[in-house]
């Protein structure tokens, strides 16, 4: 049984997303016929197409099946946001658990992540709209400038980015100018176009060999000898191991050793038609680079380059048609709020998908503890563009021989543990909630 709405799962429907407009059309074949490969993927999402295009430049055979068409889940849904941020754990707690030189090595490591996805995009000639320098961080409340300072403290002693506090008053000048207290530029990341990105990681996948096929859903899986056979609607692939790249929208049918491990969280965007340049210089706003805000429950935006103006939030816990109308009222009125200079600007795009959080709330490279043959990557917590790039290359890696799970980072090999009571998932989400509205309106 899925956690939300049946709808929020429904592969046959479009995306709605601004970013599918900026992509032609292009027709995936189906699994119509069985095949034999060496590894086959599930999941056409940056993880399991980072993986399918290393593995294909290896020289090994992968096949990859994909419920929908590649790129149509969250790898296709998100804000574009390449930058640092794949946990949910406090630096103090990274610290605490793993210590910390490992606590440095998974920082560095997100920062090798973004520099991969620049260097992929170079090397295969991807046109990804790359934009903005780093990423900022910005005071939604003056309380939470002393956080600000602690993580720019954090960010330049231990992994050593380049960090910049900026007070409330140069925030014009810095062309972010809104309701906000104070920002944290971090000079790590950048933002850019997730379905341009996708396709082309898809596109430089096929070119190596890859085989892909779309709306091809993994209805059951099974093991027969040292083989794996995966039952799509009229057809099969068999292989010798298996790469699970399917985050937000793993079913927990898909495998006994995956279910009840993640939990699914939505995140709904809104983006605007394109503003004029009185328009940006109406509200103060000439910075490309992505922001996010300080909130628990936070906001995030950037301008995009065609200058529309795209703004996101967590949120919605039914998924349903009724909530995702109510969504989109409340994300009009807050963009009103953030941004009164815009606040009668029309929304033209709004859509909405699922990120992945873990039990552990970090994210997970692992190999089924009973099947050695079987590697997932998973749980990004809302950063999956550059980390889930980095997770395909690395599985790409634990499969060729170039690396071993012993030489990963402690932090993200922890073992994919149940969610405790995992029926109530959906309601420790509800409650956290309800507790982080009233953490974010609370003035300390």
Known sequence: ?????????????????????????????????????????????????????????????VAVLEAGVPGWGASGRNGGFCCIGATKLSNETLVRRFGLPQTQRFFQEQQQAIELVRRLAAEEQMEIDIQGDGCIQVAHHPSRWQALENEAEFLSAIPGYKCALWPAVELRDRGISHSAYGALHVSVG????P????????????????????????????????????????STVKARSIV??????????LHPNLRDRLLPVLSSIITTRPLTEA???????HCETPVWDTRNLLFYYRLLND??????????????LAERDRRLRQMRDRFAQIFPGWKDIEITHSWSGLAALSANLTPHINQF??????????????????MGTWTGRTIAHLITGKTTIDR???????????????????????????????QDALPW
């Open 1 to 61: 049984m899925s956690l939300y709405d049946s709808i929020v799962y429904d592969r046959t429907l479009p995306i709605q997303s601004y970013w599918e407009t900026t992509i032609p059309p292009l027709r995936f074949e189906s699994l119509t016929r069985n095949q034999s490969c060496d590894v086959a993927i599930i999941g056409a999402g940056f993880t399991g197409l980072s993986a399918a295009l290393h593995l294909a430049r290896s020289g090994v055979e």
């Open 190 to 193: 950048f933002g850019l176009n």
């Open 195 to 234: 379905a341009k990105y996708g396709r082309a990681l898809a596109l430089a996948a096929m070119r190596q060999g890859a085989k892909l096929y779309a709306h091809s859903p993994v209805q059951t899986w099974e093991k027969v000898g040292d083989q794996h056979v995966l039952h799509s609607p009229s």
């Open 244 to 253: 699970v790249a399917t985050n937000g929208y793993t079913e927990d049918s």
């Open 279 to 285: 328009e940006l210089a109406a509200q103060g706003w």
């Open 307 to 320: 200058r529309r103006f795209l703004l996101g939030a967590r949120g919605g816990t039914t998924g349903s």
């Open 369 to 386: 503890p009973d099947d050695s043959s079987v590697f997932y990557g998973l749980a990004y917590h809302g950063n999956g563009v550059a």
């Open 408 to 438: 990963l980072c402690p932090i993200v090999t922890q073992p994919l543990k149940q969610f405790p009571l995992a029926n109530l998932r959906l309601w420790y989400l509800r409650s956290s909630y309800l507790a982080y509205q009233v």
